[in-house]
């Protein structure tokens, strides 16, 4: 399966705003869309794991999952 998410890299950034990506993925039914910083991101990633794992295990319902700093 091939999945592919758009990344837009601000070449704007200035050393006082934290550095901000946007993601979007390739059909409005697949997308995860929104700004990022690298820290946002990663703990995105963590996230995306658990939620995987879950539905490996067989979660059902909605379920929400709240990242710790």
Known sequence: MSLTLNAWHNPEH??????MVSITGETPIKTIS??????E?????????TIAN???QGEQG???YTAED
Do not use: F, H
């Open 62 to 64: 909605p379920v929400t």
């Open 34 to 39: 929104g700004y990022y910083t690298p820290a």
């Open 54 to 56: 879950d539905s490996d």
């Open 14 to 19: 200035q050393a006082w705003q934290p550095r």
């Open 41 to 49: 991101l990663r703990t995105l990633a963590r996230q995306l794991i």
